[in-house]
């Protein structure tokens, strides 16, 4: 067994593994307390990457009309000033938590003030969805948007975690990627856990009613929870773009079907699980051969069929118990 390339690909596994949680963590934070899928989420995902690489200082390709504005205001198809990337990723997943924020005033809390069914909600959240991406398209166009070479300065490409003689290298840019979803995994986790705005947030998604009895304020919450979803999208979203490129303005829908898996797998509306699912499915991806890599999707969902077969409420979550 060739143990240096075993460990490359564990260590792969996880990067991408660490992406899928902190995306669907965004997810879990909605479902937890609305008990609904919010599929505006891989729109807002996209709106995060494309933030954070406009304020990196990076040109807009002609056929968007974003490029037309900006060359009438600057005199250039970029924006007039060139922000570092680490001050440009947080202020990029700001824009995609305030986009997210819009999302649950337009699309979700008329229909919680009428009562509605929640079915109705997700269905709402996916046309928000396909308004999202539409505008985004107008905006910036279709084609593919690499973050620059020069994004992190003088690092290396690469990393070495093995011996002289046995090399295992890994990318500087998916040592970042983990660095950088767990350390949200860790504050996400602290604000829930360890805090009084967490542990309101937590009395909300157990019972809105009886939270709204003992004084909190259940909209202003859920306002937060959506923010704070965008929030962890818009790093998601920014952190793919760094690896692999922003690829059109329907790449995040496409990630979200990924993100989808994932909350199924480690149970519904469980923080923890989410992370566990998200690490399966990413060290279970970067085994598949290379040249079946047109096939990894299908192996994520064939182990999320063969693990809900055995656990029909997912790795960490808990079985419903009805009482009659």
Known sequence: MNWSLLLQQILNGLAIGSLYAIFALGYTLIFSILRVINFSHGAVFA??????YLLTGSAVNPSGVLASVFT??????????????LVALPLGAVAAGAAAMLVERVAFRP????????LLALVSSLGVAIVIVNVIQYLVGTEIYPFPD????????????????????????????????????????????WTRLGKALRAVAEDLTTARLLGINPDRLILLAFFLSG?????????VGVSVGINGPYFGIAFGLKGLAVIVLGGLGDVPG???????????ESFVPPQYNAYKDAVAFALLFAVLLARPQGLLGRALVQKV
């Not at 011996?163 to 350390?183: D, E, H, K, L, Y």
């Not at 929030?231 to 920014?238: D, H, P």
């Not at 989410?274 to 279970?284: E, L, T």
């Open 72 to 85: 009438w205001l600057f005199g250039k198809p970029a924006l007039p000033f060139a922000l570092p990337f």
């Open 231 to 239: 929030f962890l999208g818009g790093i998601a979203g920014t952190l």
């Open 150 to 193: 020069t994004l992190f300065g003088g690092l290396p490409r690469a990393v070495n975690f093995g011996a002289a003689g046995r090399p295992v290298p890994v990318r500087t840019v998916q040592i970042i990627i983990f660095a950088v979803s767990m350390a949200m995994v860790v504050l996400l986790t602290y604000l829930i856990n």
């Open 47 to 52: 709106l995060g990457a494309y933030a954070t």
């Open 111 to 118: 229909l919680r003030a009428r009562g509605a069914d929640p």
């Open 274 to 284: 989410a992370v566990v699912g998200g690490f399966v499915i990413g060290i279970a």
